[in-house]
């Protein structure tokens, strides 16, 4: 069964810094690219981050380019986001989620890049 | 950046109503949308990838069309488990959109 669990969510103070974690079960995270997709509560979903299967290649939302940075390690089977000079405007819940994409090692098959499978969320929120 | 406009934001149906929900997109996308569905306090739930394709044990009642640059998802006979939200994504180029919403509701 695929899971995805988030973790390192909580309170951190503007300009701070914090550390997501997405721990990947049930399937090899290196065949898959992953994103991060944040939700500010009862609003909408907002993709944030991707990053290729073995990390070399990544693509930012404008509104997070510069601050943060996505990254993976494939023998922990784990996704990360790193979080720096965060704002009130980055208070959400972060998802991490799997591309519906399978990529072998030589080439990928993909439809699109959709995501198939999602995590449960961690919740951050900055303030004072 | 490809912008998803989502309508209606709301609709209010009973149980047995066909339901549409439709996203148009700004530019060419392709067959590239998705669709999901979002319960309160869970994490979004894919239904449908590349325009029509069911994921894997999602019920039939949903269905997916195209016709340019408008999507459609339908819900044919709407159920009790189907109050919940729902989002379109444009899967076609980076950064990848969502549509604003759609909650379903009674």
């Known amino acids: 069964e695929v899971q995805l669990v988030e973790s390192g969510g909580g309170l951190v103070q503007p300009g701070g810094s914090l550390r997501l974690s997405c721990a990947a079960s049930?399937?090899?995270?290196?065949?898959?690219?992953m994103h991060w997709v944040r939700q500010v509560p009862e609003k909408g979903l907002v993709w944030v981050s991707r990053?290729?299967?073995?990390?070399?290649?990544?693509s930012y939302a404008d509104s997070v380019r510069g601050r943060y940075t996505i990254s993976r390690d494939n023998a922990k089977n784990t996704l990360y986001l790193q979080m720096n000079s965060l704002s009130a405007e980055d208070t959400a819940v972060y998802y991490c989620?799997?591309?519906?994409?399978?990529?072998?090692?030589?080439?990928?098959?993909?439809?699109?890049?959709?995501?198939?499978?999602w995590g449960q969320g961690t919740l951050v929120t900055v303030s004072p | 950046d490809i912008q998803m406009t989502q309508s209606p934001s709301s609709v209010s149906a009973s149980v047995g109503d066909r339901v549409t929900i439709t996203c148009r997109a700004s530019?060419?996308?392709?067959?590239?949308v998705a669709w999901y569905q979002q319960k309160p306090g869970k994490a979004p739930n894919l239904l449908i990838y590349t325009t029509s394709s069911l994921k894997g044990g999602v019920p039939s009642r949903f269905s997916g069309s195209r016709s340019g640059t408008n999507f459609s998802l339908t819900i044919s006979s709407l159920q009790p488990e189907d109050y919940a939200t729902y989002y379109c994504?444009?899967?076609?180029?980076?950064?990848?959109?969502f549509g604003g919403g759609t909650k379903v509701e009674i």
């Open positions: 990053i290729n299967t073995d990390g070399s290649s990544t």
């Open positions: 994504q444009q899967t076609d180029s980076f950064p990848l959109t």
């Open positions: 989620a799997r591309d519906g994409g399978f990529c072998s090692a030589t080439s990928c098959r993909r439809e699109g890049y959709y995501s198939d499978y």
């Open positions: 049930g399937f090899a995270l290196s065949n898959h690219w």
């Open positions: 530019q060419d996308i392709h067959i590239y």
